[in-house]
Structures are given as structure tokens and as C-alpha cells.
């Protein structure tokens, strides 16, 4: 198992680029679980990890990349940006899975977990992110 070697990324923020492939979402949840902790935001751990979980599978999934760029910010206390970041400029599209369907949720799990979510496109790929906030936070 590698270690989580994360990357400053700003004020302050961390980020790793790993594999695009579904094994990767452990790699992902170590990160925020780390940067989480490292903010003293132990409450957004579980929501946090499920998120990037979802969105690092939902790019292992469907953008046919070699790499996606996972990353962890704190625009301002109490607030947490997650991103995954890939070259397909395919966009994520939410299914409405049938109830005995064992895969389309992940996108509607970030929906209902995150403050707010979206996709930012680049002229090499896109960047999924999601907020969330901390009870209290600004």
C-alpha cells in the first residue's frame, strides 16, 4: 500500500494525483481524511470520504483516463472544497437508477451530502468538485 503523499495546494489545501481506476477511492478517502483532521473538521470525515469516494469511482468509471488529480481545499473556516480532476470533458451525468440497480447512486449520494456541487470545464478535461460546511461555519 503506498502512503498518502499530499501536495500543498494554496492557503491551504493538499492534493495527489493517482490511477485513475476504482482502487484509487482509498487512496482519495485517505487524503481528506487527513487534511479533515489536520483542520480539526473530524465531523466532515465520513460525508467528506463518501463524496470523494463516489467522484474518484464515478471518473474510474466513465473518463477512460490514465490519472484524475484528487484535492482537498479550505477556501475559509468551516468550509471544504473536494475535487477530482480528469481529462475527459464528458460531463458527469446523474442516472435514476432502478431499485434492484447495484451502480448509478453515486452522483445522487453527492447531491444529497454536499452543500453544493458542479463541474467546472477546462479545455483539457474537467474538474468535479463539492462543498461542504461545518455546522457553525462561515
Known amino acids: 500500500m ?6 500543498a ?4 489545501g493538499y492534493s495527489e494525483t493517482m490511477p485513475c481506476e476504482p482502487e484509487s477511492a482509498s487512496r482519495a478517502r485517505r487524503l481528506v481524511r487527513a487534511a479533515l483532521n ?9 460525508d467528506g470520504t463518501l463524496i470523494v469516494s463516489e467522484l474518484v469511482g464515478n471518473a474510474a468509471r ?15 473556516r468551516g468550509r471544504v472544497c473536494l475535487a477530482v480532476t480528469d481529462q475527459c470533458p464528458k460531463p458527469p451525468t446523474a442516472r435514476q437508477p432502478c431499485c434492484d440497480d447495484e451502480s448509478g447512486r ?3 449520494l453527492v447531491e444529497a451530502m454536499a452543500d453544493r456541487w458542479g463541474t467546472e470545464y477546462r479545455t483539457w478535461g474537467k474538474i468535479v468538485w463539492a462543498e461542504l ?3 457553525g461555519g462561515s
Request: hydrophobic share 40%; net charge positive; charged share 20%.
Open 133 to 135: 460546511r461545518a455546522k
Open 9 to 12: 495546494v494554496g492557503a491551504p
Open 38 to 46: 489536520t483542520w480539526d473538521l473530524s465531523p466532515l470525515v465520513e
Open 106 to 108: 453515486g452522483l445522487m
Open 62 to 76: 466513465h473518463s477512460g483516463c490514465r490519472l484524475v488529480r484528487v484535492s482537498v481545499r479550505l477556501p475559509d
Open 2 to 7: 503506498t502512503a498518502t503523499r499530499p501536495h
